[in-house]
């Protein structure tokens, strides 16, 4: 009897019949998580069930049962078709036009976006995303009244300067 962890949810238990018919439906991926007794923490069904899933290597509701947060960040389900923006080139936009800093900050957590979606780590890319674009508007909000501020200035002093002459 094999526990399913999808989606942060825990479900079963399913015998191996069954989980292949749910393979068949779609409602199973081989990056879904899957524990039995005798398992000490969640692993990808692809690697526990690998005759379900021939193209891959082989390598809590009860008592007992570890909690689905034991997986390691490594096997957390990518769902297919969720699209997480890295904010990337918007980082780097207002690094160039607004504000150093605060650029910054948002250029390294857009880079975290795609490497953690790599990992299969949905939450941490969702986290680094979220954090890109709050940096890309600090950035932005900072950058823009600060640079028309610096421009004023300056255009002030042009002013001055060509009046002395």
């Given at each position: 009897?094999?526990?399913?962890?999808?989606?942060?949810?825990?479900?079963?238990?399913?015998?191996?019949?069954?989980?292949?018919?749910?393979?068949v439906s779609g409602q199973v991926v081989p990056l879904d998580l899957l524990w039995t007794e005798g398992m000490?923490?969640?692993?990808?069904?692809?690697?526990?069930?690998?005759?379900?899933?021939?193209?891959?290597?082989?390598?809590?509701?009860?008592?007992?049962?570890?909690?689905?947060?034991?997986?390691?960040?490594?096997?957390?389900?990518?769902?297919?078709?969720?699209?997480?923006?890295?904010?990337?080139?918007?980082?780097?936009?207002?690094?160039?036009?607004?504000?150093?800093?605060?650029?910054?900050?948002?250029?390294?957590?857009?880079?975290?976006?795609n490497s953690k979606l790599g990992l299969g780590d949905t939450v941490g890319a969702q986290n680094s995303s979220?954090?890109?674009?709050?940096?890309?508007?600090?950035?932005?909000?900072?950058?823009?009244?600060?640079?028309?501020?610096?421009?004023?200035?300056?255009?002030?002093?042009?002013?001055?300067?060509?009046?002395?002459?």
């Amino acid at each position: 009897m094999y526990y399913l962890g999808k989606n942060g949810q825990q479900t079963g238990p399913y015998t191996v019949e069954q989980l292949q018919a749910m393979v068949v439906s779609g409602q199973v991926v081989p990056l879904d998580l899957l524990w039995t007794e005798g398992m000490g923490e969640w692993k990808p069904a692809g690697t526990v069930l690998p005759g379900i899933f021939p193209m891959f290597p082989t390598q809590g509701s009860g008592p007992g049962i570890p909690p689905l947060l034991s997986a390691t960040p490594s096997s957390i389900t990518t769902v297919p078709g969720t699209e997480i923006p890295n904010y990337l080139w918007q980082s780097i936009a207002v690094t160039l036009c607004c504000c150093l800093p605060f650029g910054i900050a948002a250029i390294v957590y857009a880079a975290q976006v795609n490497s953690k979606l790599g990992l299969g780590d949905t939450v941490g890319a969702q986290n680094s995303s979220k954090k890109a674009k709050m940096w890309c508007w600090i950035a932005f909000g900072v950058g823009i009244p600060l640079n028309i501020i610096v421009f004023a200035i300056q255009f002030y002093a042009f002013f001055q300067q060509a009046m002395r002459h």
